[in-house]
């Protein structure tokens, strides 16, 4: 495969989207820090109600705040944005992790090494099982794996992992970003069928899980229906007049379902 991405990311900035998150994102920024190659912690503060900016910035990050919750994807974005205003030469490799992750983030260690050797334009973590077992009963999972694979001939292990190490070609590449929660299916599908690479690697990662109460099955719900948007929007690329219509009726479609 012809290298797309001439010469290796100049650093590393981490974007750590955050809603709610003050009593785990100051050692989730510490963590991020003291990484190899990070110069830059950004926080994306999305819509807080509580102390999660102030804390990070004490922290030692980089704080851009939504007033009210964009969603995942929007602070992806506005993460990634912020980095590109202050990256000097090269452009920095993108590690997109949650705030949840506290001082196991320090493992991410071995999803940016690859990327920043040139080695790989996407890794995506591997996490093990966690302390307390999620409540899904892995129809997302499944919906995304065969979107992937039917898009492009690849196999996720864990295709909704959210932990990355991206290049900025390759983030590039893959905009606009799906929506919501399709964002991690979307830039897979993206990243792959613009000609990266993207690998899997293990990660020791810790963080909470969602439960099999109400709220755990609304929250898979939503996930099911943003992945579900995310495979159907692009698969309408085929046909631009569809595709021109389809991303702004997808988002009036979660609205109307409280997404």
């Known amino acids: 495969m012809a290298d797309l991405n ?30 190899p190659g990070a110069d830059l912690v950004v926080v994306v503060d999305d819509g807080s109600g509580d102390e999660t900016a102030a804390i ?24 990634a944005a912020r980095a590109a ?3 000097a030469g090269s452009p920095r490799a993108l590690l997109f992790i949650d705030g949840d992750l506290g ?64 290049s900025r070609p390759a983030f590039d590449a893959a905009q606009p970003l799906a929506i919501g929660w399709g964002v991690e299916t979307g830039l897979t599908i993206d990243v792959l069928n613009a000609g990266y690479r993207v690998i899997e690697v ?3 990662l810790h963080h909470r899980v969602t439960g099999s109460d109400l709220r755990g099955q609304l929250h898979r719900a939503g996930q099911y229906r943003d992945v579900w948007l995310a495979l159907a929007e692009r698969r309408t690329r085929r046909v631009p007049a569809v595709n021109k219509v ?7 479609v979660r609205q109307a379902l409280g997404g």
């Open 6 to 35: 001439p010469g290796r990311p100049g650093g590393l900035a981490v974007i750590i989207p955050a809603k709610d998150e003050a009593e785990r994102i100051a050692a989730t920024v510490r963590a991020a820090l003291a990484l």
């Open 56 to 79: 990070a910035a004490e922290a030692g990050a980089q704080v851009v705040s939504h007033q009210v919750n964009r969603g995942k994807a929007a602070a992806m974005e506005t993460g």
């Open 202 to 204: 293990p990660c020791e």
């Open 103 to 166: 001082a196991s983030a320090a493992a991410t260690s071995t999803i940016v090494e690859p990327v920043l050797a040139g080695e790989a334009d996407m890794t995506i973590s591997l996490i093990p099982p966690q302390a307390t077992a999620g409540g899904g009963s892995g129809k997302v999972v499944r919906l995304a794996r065969k979107g992937i694979r039917q898009a492009t001939g690849w196999t996720a292990t864990q295709p909704l992992s959210g932990t990355r190490c991206i």
């Open 246 to 252: 389809f991303r702004p009726a997808s988002k009036v």
């Open 85 to 87: 205003v202050l990256d």
